[in-house]
């Protein structure tokens, strides 16, 4: 089941959520071709007309959309099985590249190869061979070098990049796909043999059947594999590392997970003394209320001066006025673990319903000029007092995770770790609407913010880590030695 990033933001506040979609009943019969003309056409108008990118004419969401209908629409006329159907519906949304866009056409895997790959110092290498798989496989650490007769790059852009929203100009995305090709997941992008080079230096090829996870694998053993490179935070709380030097677990912004948590780390914070160094783990941070995390910087640094570097993370923000983004901010208003960020809902909702009755298709819920924004900024370049801040940093840090980072790099001194995101997503408020064949639905985003950081535009740390960045204890290490050879806090 996807994550699907239900983005609330103002100057202070991003907030997403992770959601499940019900499943959906399949008829015993389906005419897939007339499902696809129907969804197809749907989601273009959807997109065009609800998508806060689209309508405010964002070129990274008009070029995209244009695109993809005219290719969308000639495609869905040769659309004859339910893998036609998915593999048209995935293509069109991950053309935009950006997770705030997307569908639930019940992916999900259910075949594996018995490899995990990954893109290694230029090289694609096997990273986990399965151990007493009933057909041959290379041994861990083989180099690949082609699957189906063509280079594996090659094979991973044609075959498996038109399907994943991370775009191509971002530094990880080919790592990415070759972690996920030898996984089926029915959209048919597992290839059926590659040529892998031995540690001998010797050339050797190997079929790949595919195997099904409901054959004596399991779901739990594909996870468990996936975590061996799939990065995540320690959990919410205070960790010390070094002399001098504080780990803050923040691997969600969920204020109903983590909520109590949070409240014990704020407690933490406050009544540190002499710390050179608070390091925030956002590893696999894909998102929620940025309140969580702004809140740690104001236990760290004071209410006005946390609030302050809140309100650097954008400067505007505009967003859809229909009824649906109503309906959901109404119910965020009435969710208890987003009751600090009520007034702010609130105050949205008023400026969308006045957007509503004088027939506007947006409504401007904040705006400061670029140059009040950039002077403000400017402000807050200097900490007042305390320890320095550094950020670990993953491709799994998205969103929130996003907002946050704005947050603590307005600060000079601030210093990035570990590897470099995906792109910045704009966006946020994300609507959900069901395709009309009833054989999935769409994740659209009804807001835009404006901030100094450019969409699509990866966040670079100063310092890249080049290990593997689910290995906390080697990761940590390196950390605490990398901020030992810098100055700590005046």
Known sequence: MPTLFKTLRNATIAIVLTATSPAYANPVTVDWQAAAKQDIRFAIDSIRDRHAGAVSQQLNVTVPLEIGARVGLVEAEKVRTEQDYRRLMQRFISGFGDPHTGIDVHLKTRAWTGLMLDHIDGQYRVVWSEQGWPTPLPPKGAIVQSCDDVWVGTYLQSNVAPFVNHSVEYPTTFSELARKVMFDTGLGWTPAQCLFQLADGKHQ?????????????????????????????????????AEGIQWVGMPNFDGQSS?????????????????????????????????????????????????????????????????????????????????ASREEFKAAISKLEAALREGKKMAQVEAIAPDTAAAHLAQYRVRPSGPRMAAVIDRGCFSSCMNFLLQITAVTDTVVLGEPTIGYSPYGEINRFDLPSGQGALYIASAVYTSFQAAREPFIPNFTYSGNMASTEELMHWVGTTLKNLAPRR
């Open 259 to 339: 909520g109590t948590a949070y409240e014990a780390l704020y407690r933490q914070l406050a009544a540190l003394d002499k710390t050179d160094w608070i390091v925030f783990d956002l590893r696999g941070n894909g998102g929620g209320d940025s309140s969580w995390g702004n809140r740690a910087l104001q236990a760290v640094y004071g209410k006005a001066y946390g609030e302050a570097l809140g309100e650097n993370a954008s400067y505007a923000k505009a967003m859809i006025a229909d009824q649906a983004t109503v309906d959901l901010f109404k119910r965020f208003v009435s969710q208890p673990e987003y009751a």
């Open 205 to 241: 090829r190997f079929a790949l059947p595919l195997r099904q996870v409901s054959d004596g694998i399991g779901i739990d053993k594909i996870i468990a594999v996936r975590a061996q490179v799939a990065a995540k935070a320690k959990p919410v709380g205070l960790y010390p590392l």
